[in-house]
């Protein structure tokens, strides 16, 4: 059973870079059509897609944070890890990390790690 | 950029009751469209993927429809562990684009 956990400080300054880290156990990166994505959620507020990448390591971003978002992928680590940079309170968000799937499931995030909270605060 | 419309924003039900859902793309996305539920203070889980599939696992009083631009996700009998948010996401442009409605949260009458 594929399981994803997200790691990192949960507490951020204003202006400095939030870095996380995807931990991914049970099955393998590099493997079929599967992307790996960072999304995140604002308290109250909705789910918004941050970015994608591939175990190649090819991404996409959304264009509203492509400016100061990063991914990164290790396979032989199983992990892949988001930077974003110049951090303001409206950064504050459970991120979580995710599995867009293959197969019938392209396209579709099929797995979920529970999340982790992060607020930007002086 | 899709935008998609989830109306009602809100939806209060009784248990037993049956629950209608309404997704609306801004343009044409097929039947690439897919529903999620979240239950307060966990992640998201897949209901149903290319507008009318259960994922694994997914109980059969969960259904999906529709295609082109209008979308329902139907709950035919309420039961507690239903409550929570739902998602609407189109995967219609992927790569490079991925957009999600911004929810309907469905709570207990």
């Given at each position: ?5 997200e ?17 991914v156990?049970g099955?393998?990166m590099?493997?079929g059509?599967?992307y ?76 979920w ?5 992060v607020?930007v605060?002086? | 950029?899709?935008?998609?419309t989830?109306?009602?924003a ?20 097929s ?6 539920q979240q ?7 897949l ?14 009083r969960?259904?999906g ?7 329902t ?10 409550f ?26």
């Open positions: 059973q594929l399981q994803l956990q790691s990192g400080p949960g507490l951020v300054k204003p202006s400095e870079t939030l870095s996380l880290t995807c931990s156990s099955g393998a590099n493997s059509t599967s790996w994505a960072w999304i995140r959620q604002p308290p109250g507020k909705g789910l918004e897609w941050i970015g994608s990448i591939f175990y190649s390591g090819s991404t996409y971003y959304s264009p509203s944070l492509n400016s100061r978002v990063s991914m990164s992928i290790d396979t032989s680590k199983s992990h892949f890890s988001l930077t974003v940079t110049s951090v303001t309170a409206a950064d504050t968000a459970v991120y979580y990390c995710a599995r867009l799937g293959s197969g019938p499931y392209y396209g579709y995030f099929d797995h790690g529970p999340g982790i909270l607020t605060s002086s | 950029e899709i935008v998609l989830q109306s009602p809100t939806l209060s039900l009784s248990p037993g009751e049956r629950a209608t859902l309404s997704c609306r793309a801004s343009e044409d996305i039947d690439m469209l897919g529903w999620y239950r307060p203070g966990q992640a998201p889980r209901l149903i993927y290319d507008g009318s599939n259960r994922a694994s696992g997914i109980p059969d969960f259904s429809s529709g295609s082109g631009t209008d979308f996700l139907t709950i035919s009998s309420l039961e507690p562990e239903d929570g948010i739902y998602f609407c996401h189109q995967r219609r442009n992927w790569p490079p684009e991925i957009t999600f409605g911004q929810g309907t949260r469905l709570e207990i009458k």
